[in-house]
């Protein structure tokens, strides 16, 4: 699948590793608990080593986020056509914990470009350990954002609050002009 240009990455800054100088307590994407994640509880997470925040600017504005964590995926999770052939049972993965775009930035590019970096993320890491997928436990909201990115919606969810969906890696390009390579 070619990677279609995301939001120009000349707008916003390299993205940031949360530290305790960073003020996240306006940034409000929308969701309840995804704002109460990022304003209240992700450094605490990040200080024990359960995931890894990114901050993205434009100017002195931050305008989305990302964690990133460790995951996996079973493959009884998966459609049988979407399996890899080799005999094991869980694949390893790259798992978005959470990410949101401030409301005055949503529909303008950055959900896609923080989907681009964590994209490349999953490429790096791959290179270094094993890690095969990219992968989110989605708001039913955000379903569509994902699957337009390239994500697949695991089956058999119709019940279930947030959706399972995973892109393998190696079915992508990788992102035109390549991602920011300091962080
Ligand atoms: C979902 C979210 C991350 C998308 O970020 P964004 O910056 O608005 O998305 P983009 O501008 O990069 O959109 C990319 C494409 O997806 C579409 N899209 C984005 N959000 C969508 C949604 N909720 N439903 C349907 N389509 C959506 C856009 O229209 C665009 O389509 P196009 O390429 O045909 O123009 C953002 O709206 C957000 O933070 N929402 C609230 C929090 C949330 O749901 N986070 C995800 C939790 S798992």
Do not use: W
Not at 119 to 144: H, N, P, T, W
Not at 154 to 166: D, G, S, T
Request: net charge positive.
């Amino acid at each position: 699948m070619p990677a279609k240009p995301s939001h120009n990455p000349n707008d916003l800054s390299f993205p940031k590793i949360l530290d305790n100088s960073d003020d996240t307590s306006n940034f409000s994407c929308g969701k309840k608990e995804i704002d109460e994640f990022i304003q209240k509880q992700a450094f605490s997470f990040q200080q024990q080593r359960l995931g890894i925040t990114y901050l993205f600017h434009q100017g002195a504005d931050l305008v989305g986020f990302a964690t990133l964590c460790m995951g996996h995926i079973n493959k009884h999770k998966i459609a049988a056509h979407d399996r890899l052939t080799q005999h094991v049972n869980s694949y390893p993965a790259l798992l978005i914990g959470q990410l949101g775009v401030c409301n005055g930035q949503q529909g303008e590019g950055v959900g896609t470009y923080i989907c681009d970096f964590c994209f490349d993320r999953a490429i790096r890491l791959s290179q270094r350990v094993g890690c095969r997928f990219l992968v989110v436990d989605s708001l039913e909201s955000a379903v569509k954002f994902y699957s337009k990115y390239g994500f697949t919606l695991a089956p058999k969810q119709e019940k279930e609050k947030q959706k399972l969906m995973f892109l393998d890696i190696t079915k992508r390009q990788p992102t035109p002009g390549g991602q920011p390579t300091d962080v």
